[in-house]
T-cell receptor, first 110, second 117 residues
Framework: RKEVEQDPGPFNVPEGATVAFNCTYSNSASQSFFWYRQDCRKEPKLLMSVYSSGNEDGRFTAQLNRASQYISLLIRDSKLSDSATYLCVVNEMGWGKLQFGAGTQVVVTP | GAVVSQHPSWVICKSGTSVKIECRSLDFQATTMFWYRQFPKQSLMLMATSNEGSKATYEQGVEKDKFLINHASLTLSTLTVTSAHPEDSSFYIC?????????????FGSGTQLSVL
């Protein structure tokens, strides 16, 4: 079983619509969670950290569900520029290693 | 935000040659850096954890003699692909850790596309 699992997609989303997807993690002791965005052939860029209480940054909302061991990302009012692969990253405290999900591809269409 | 510089951006080399990739944290000290490899349409795969002043920790299946990592200072880690072969062609990305615990963030270099002929 993978440490961090994501639905690879692609999620085809009409412009202006809302899309949401999850990421599950296997280590219940994990403490830090992040969403990164990666465009084709580019480096991943931090989109947002995920806090226990959930957090919002503009059109993006991240949630953490410790009981079920998953985090989610919701994108409202999708823009064409939101098309990318979204990587779920989990920090397993004490292991000193970040675990990456395989990414969820989002394609926003006009 | 913090900046991590990686170069070269792309390399084309003949089979059998060695290629060195540099990763620098420009505005912070990084005791730990990571090296990843990414094949087309696949996720980043962690190759090794580079620790300043000590030996790198390699992931299972990664040949330490083939992928030499040096982290001689708090701002520089290098990855040398020795005797590169076509199957080593890939996108290599480094990252540097800033902060610790819940304040930890990871910043990535811009990646190096390696093509071995």
């Amino acid at each position: 079983r993978k440490e961090v699992e994501q639905d690879p997609g692609p999620f085809n989303v009409p412009e202006g619509a809302t899309v949401a997807f999850n990421c599950t993690y296997s280590n219940s002791a994990s403490q830090s969670f992040f969403w990164y965005r990666q465009d084709c052939r580019k480096e991943p860029k931090l989109l947002m950290s995920v806090y226990s209480s959930g957090n919002e940054d503009g059109r993006f909302t991240a949630q953490l569900n410790r009981a079920s061991q998953y985090i989610s990302l919701l994108i409202r009012d999708s823009k064409l520029s939101d098309s990318a692969t979204y990587l779920c990253v989990v920090n397993e405290m004490g292991w000193g290693k970040l675990q990456f999900g395989a990414g969820t591809q989002v394609v926003v269409t006009p | 935000g913090a900046v991590v510089s990686q170069h070269p951006s792309w390399v084309i080399c003949k089979s059998g040659t060695s290629v060195k990739i540099e990763c620098r944290s420009l505005d912070f000290q990084a005791t730990t850096m990571f090296w990843y490899r990414q094949f087309p349409k696949q996720s980043l795969m962690l190759m090794a954890t580079s620790n300043e002043g000590s030996k790198a920790t390699y992931e299972q299946g990664v040949e330490k003699d083939k992928f030499l990592i040096n982290h001689a200072s708090l701002t520089l880690s290098t990855l040398t692909v020795t005797s590169a072969h076509p199957e080593d062609s890939s996108f290599y990305i480094c990252s540097a850790r800033q902060g610790a615990g819940t304040n930890e963030k990871l910043f990535f270099g811009s990646g190096t596309q390696l093509s071995v002929l």
